[in-house]
């Protein structure tokens, strides 16, 4: 049997990106959600649309720790300074010259998954800038 977490990320091939739906933020909500019956984003679901929405409404992009720790906490997760398979995380990559964004991902242990404009991409990070423990075990 594929474990769940595979499974998840396999979902996620599936999605399209959709701001405020389907993008990595949201995706990483539902594995939380799905793992531990919580939804750190669902004052976030729907709110916005666009990568312009997404940052008046969250501040994501200008500062992404400040935008999702505090949904983390208010579920109960606890930062983790050593991220186990099926903890999430805030993911610094660097998209070209000089152009550094971060990205909600779940890590699948030395490589992490991530749903980008362009889809789902796996590999390990330049920088962790924040995870959580989930409390996921594999059956």
């Not at 396999?10 to 990106?17: D, E, K, M, P, V």
């Not at 959600?33 to 984003?41: E, H, I, S």
Request: charged share 20%; aromatic share 10%; hydrophobic share 45%.
């Amino acid at each position: 049997a594929l474990p769940i977490l595979f499974a998840e990320v396999n979902r996620w091939a599936s999605q399209r990106f959709v701001w405020g739906i389907s993008d990595c933020v949201m995706l990483v909500a539902d594995w939380v959600q799905r793992v531990t019956g919580q939804d750190p984003a669902e004052d976030l679901r729907f709110a916005y649309s666009s990568a312009g929405e997404c940052q008046r409404v969250t501040g994501f992009f200008t500062d992404p720790l400040a935008a999702i720790a505090p949904r983390m906490e208010r579920i109960g997760l606890l930062p983790t300074e050593q991220p186990v398979r099926g903890d999430v995380g805030l993911l610094m990559q660097i998209d070209g010259p000089a152009r550094q964004r971060v990205h909600a991902g779940l890590c699948l242990g030395k490589y992490w998954a991530v749903q980008a404009e362009t889809g789902v991409q796996c590999g390990a990070p330049q920088k962790i800038v924040g995870a959580w423990g989930v409390g996921y075990h594999e059956t």
